[in-house]
């Protein structure tokens, strides 16, 4: 199984499904780690100097490799799926507690939780 950073809360999905996990063996919490507790996001301009095969081609190869895997899943390709993420990344703070989860029950009746 193949985990992508940038598409963490659909990887999180797929191994909570191919395992048959329950939502509540899969919540998280973020934490921002780093100095000065501002932010910022890296331009694309930025991301695509890192994987420019001038500066790191061994990188860019994996992440290609990666990325093609990733998304030649067949949950990626599954309607549902989406909706099922889509859920999933609107929970608030993703940290099992029992408030949490008979919040979950109400979004998503009828799923294991």
Known sequence: ?????????????????????DYSDVFYKTNIVTGGGKREHMTQGNIDKLLS????Y??????????ETWWSQ????DPSFWKEVSYFTLIP??????????????????KNI
């Not at 095969?53 to 790191?56: A, L, S």
């Open 53 to 56: 095969v001038k500066v790191n």
């Open 1 to 21: 199984m193949i985990m992508l950073t940038d598409q963490f809360d659909a990887s999180v999905v797929i191994l909570r499904r191919r395992l048959c996990w």
């Open 93 to 110: 703070c993703k940290v099992y507690n029992q408030e949490l989860v008979s919040q979950m029950s109400r979004c998503l009746p009828g």
């Open 58 to 67: 061994g990188e860019k190869v994996l992440y290609d490799k990666f990325n």
């Open 74 to 77: 067949p949950e990626v390709k």
